[in-house]
C-alpha cells in the first residue's frame, strides 16, 4: 500500500521568514495530495491540495508542487505569522473507485512561528 | 460555515467495554468517514461509507468494529469489546456534496473523540 513521509517532524521559523516542508510518497498511481493544517483541540482543516496533473498551486501565502517523477511534493509558507504555528500534515489518495477518501497520511510536521 | 460535528470530545472506558462514537456530518454530504490516530503515531484510514455501506476498510477495521448511519444525520463508529490498544484520538470525516463528485476527495474533519480504554 501507499507510504508518506513527511519532513521535518518539527520547523521554528521566526515570523515573516518562510517555511517548508516535504513528503514523498511511494505509489505511483496517487493523484490527489492534500495539506491539513491542525490546531490545538482541533481536527485537520484542508489548507490547500493539488492533483497529479498540475506541478504547482499557489493560493495567497501558501503553495505546494509536486514532482510525479521523484514522487515527492510540498508545502511553501511565505510571510509566516503567529498564527500559522500548528501541526501541518501532507497525505496522499490513489484514483476514485472505493478508495476515494482513502488518504494516507504522513508523519506531520510541528510549525513553531516566532514573533 | 458547515462542519462535521463529533461527541463526547473525551471518553474514558473499561478494557472490554462497548463504546459508540457519535459524527454528524456536513449536511449534504455524501461520503463518510473514521480516522483515528494513535498517541505520536499518523494519523490512520479506518473505513469509508457510502450509500448506506461500507466502500473500503482497512486492516484495522476488524470485526469488533461496526459503523452505522441510523437516520439522515448521525454516523457512528461501534468498538464492540475495547482493548487498551484502541486508545486513540477518532476523527469523523464527510465529503462531497451531490452532483460536485470532483470534490469526493476534499475530507471535511470533526474535532475528534479522545478515546481512553483502561
Redo the contacts between chains.
Sequence with gaps: GENVEQHPSTLSVQEGDSAVIKCTYSDSASN?F?W?KQEL??????II?IRSNVGEKKDQRIAVTLNKTAKHFSLHITETQPEDSAVY?CAA?PP?G???????????TILTVHP | EPE?T?TPSHQVTQMGQEVILRCVPISNHL?F?W?RQILGQ????LV?F?NNEI??KSEIFDDQFSVERPDGSNFTLKIRSTKLEDSAMY?C?S??TPGVRAF?????????TQLSVL
Design positions: 490527489y492534500p491539513y483541540g482541533k481536527g485537520p482543516q484542508l491540495d500534515f489518495t476514485g472505493t478508495s476515494y477518501g482513502k488518504l494516507t497520511f504522513g508523519q506531520g | 462535521v463529533q461520503y468517514y480516522y499518523k494519523v490512520e484510514f469509508s457510502y466502500s473500503e476523527f470525516a465529503s462531497a469526493v476527495e476534499k475530507l471535511f474533519f470533526g474535532s475528534g
